[in-house]
């Protein structure tokens, strides 16, 4: 059975995540640890509270797209112990564990048809596998660069060399 398309987005789901310079780890990387619980001006999230958001929801949507869907939002993995997301090393352990859960789910999928079968989002719709899958690629792009941005404040490096 043609996996292609699976493939092709789990490699997208890669890059985002870790393998590109825009990476979701390569941004969090660059986190000084005294701006890791600090909020931007004129914010209202820190980065602490980005990385959370995004762990949650590599947990959320596996769980309630691809398994049993019985994790709620402030159970373990989804809502970690404080000392999980006390630093940004920390938190990167934590994100590698949220996203093996979900990619996991995504290499089960036996042929590129799944990606048109509808699935639980974690809200409560049913929505297609390929919509979950780009959700969750988009969400680590999105956010990556929400916390470069809150990272750049907080560092005052905030602009290009070039």
């Not at 985002?16 to 990476?23: I, L, T």
């Not at 001006?41 to 929801?57: K, N, T, Y």
């Not at 934590?94 to 639980?120: N, Q, V």
Request: glycine share 6%; with cysteine; proline share 6%.
């Amino acid at each position: 059975m043609a996996r292609t398309r699976i493939e092709e987005l789990l490699s997208l789901m890669a890059l985002a995540f870790e393998g590109s310079q825009h990476s979701l780890l390569k941004n969090l990387r660059s986190v000084a640890p005294e701006t890791w619980d600090r909020t931007p001006p004129g914010g209202s999230r820190s980065i602490r509270d980005l990385v959370a958001h995004v762990g949650m929801f590599k947990f959320m949507y596996a769980n309630r797209g691809f398994r049993d869907g019985s994790m709620d939002y402030d159970d373990p993995p989804a809502t970690p112990a404080p000392e999980r997301l006390s630093d940004p090393s920390a938190a990167e352990e934590w994100l590698r564990e949220g996203h093996e859960y979900l990619t996991e789910c995504i290499r089960e999928l036996e042929s590129d048809a799944e990606l048109d079968a509808p699935r639980r989002a974690h809200w409560g719709d049913l929505v297609s596998t390929y919509f979950l899958v780009t959700t969750m690629l988009e969400h680590d792009t999105y956010h990556a660069g929400e916390i470069n941005h809150a990272r750049a404040l907080l560092q005052d490096d905030d602009r290009w060399k070039h």
